[in-house]
């Protein structure tokens, strides 16, 4: 029960609460990007948990192209346009794939469990761009989604699928977060720390790993449904690596704080990339690295750490004046 008043949830349910009163007030273009910025931080937590274990992934790509795929092909072949059947196919063949590709993505660590993630996703990529079943390089169309068997008129479709990636994220980061302070999620900075000793206390290291991969495609799937959804539009580039290297770029800019900061860093994106795309059409490239360079060099824990510095400067005082009261 008291895990219900923890500040990150609260914060969580605050935030996504706030946004679905602000739906009306939005422009579409910020609705849009919003949107964006949720599916892309949705992966990016999954690269975040893997990173908790010292794993660096860069097949997040693989379950955001099943994800998105699973909205477009349950429309394309089985005539559901229902947001909920395709959200619930995209997740069970995610979930299917990573349980069997986990099983040997377990054994390794560093530089070769890295390569492999993004193998696995180009080797998908390969066969997606030469198969009529996933539309080759055209992609599929996604058609306008219903809710459990109400589809919302035109005036209304927009805001119901706002509402649905404002709370899908919602749910996923109060599920990630209880995830993360149990006592299974913190033995994974544990296994960062030092594998063996983990293992001489009893648990096993490749399952744990194994778990973990499997709860990060979860949510790299829901991120590739929320991105199908929201541009219409789904293709095989969903697994690319230059996909995957996204959301770790993300993690990087954003760090791993909070379950939130992933979304920060998404949403940093978005906008640093359409301002620089407007400004410097020829060099917004450049601008990005430029910025991801100065984050890395002033910034090492990321744009989520500010808020950490931001709480030192303003309890320090604080405590410092108490501390000279209680002398007095």
């Not at 739906?23 to 949107?35: D, F, L, S």
């Not at 980061?173 to 999620?185: D, M, N």
């Not at 495609?217 to 697994?239: K, M, T």
Request: overall charge positive; aromatic content about 12%.
């Amino acid at each position: 029960m008291t895990r219900l008043f923890d500040p990150t949830i609260i914060l969580v349910v605050l935030g996504a609460v706030a946004l679905s009163f602000a739906e009306g007030a939005m422009p579409g273009w910020v609705v849009y990007m919003t949107q964006l910025a949720i599916a892309a931080a949705l992966p990016a937590l999954g690269c975040m948990i893997m990173l908790r274990s010292g794993l660096l992934s860069f097949g997040q790509g693989l379950y955001y192209f099943l994800g998105a795929y699973g909205i477009a092909l349950t429309q394309d072949h089985l005539g559901l346009t229902d947001a909920f059947a395709g959200l619930a196919v995209g997740v069970l063949a995610s979930v299917v794939v990573a349980i069997v590709i986990g099983l040997f993505l377990a054994r390794y660590r560093g530089i070769f469990f890295a390569m492999l993630t993004l193998a696995l996703s180009m080797v998908v990529y390969g066969i997606a761009i030469k198969m009529d079943l996933f539309g080759r390089s055209d992609g599929l169309n996604v058609a306008r989604l219903s809710y459990l068997g109400l589809t919302p008129g035109r005036e209304w479709a927009s805001a119901s699928l706002f509402f649905l990636c404002v709370w899908l994220f919602a749910l996923a980061a109060i599920a990630t977060h209880l995830y993360l302070t149990s006592r299974f999620g913190k033995m994974l900075s544990a296994i960062h720390d030092n594998e063996t000793r983990v293992e001489y206390l009893g648990w096993s290291v490749r399952h744990a790993v194994h778990v973990n991969y499997v709860v990060a495609a979860v949510l790299g799937s829901l991120g590739g449904a929320v991105a199908a959804a929201s541009a219409r539009y789904a293709d095989p580039s969903l697994a690319y690596w230059t996909t995957s290297g996204e959301f770790v770029f993300i993690v990087l800019i954003s760090g791993q704080a909070s379950v939130l900061s992933p979304l920060f860093g998404s949403a940093f994106l978005e906008v640093l990339r359409a301002y620089a795309s407007a400004h410097f059409p020829d060099e917004w490239q450049l601008v990005l690295g430029a910025v991801m360079l100065l984050i890395i060099l002033f910034l090492p824990k990321g744009l989520g750490h500010l808020f950490v510095l931001a709480k030192r400067a303003v309890v320090r005082p604080a405590g410092a004046a108490e501390r000279k009261e209680r002398a007095r």
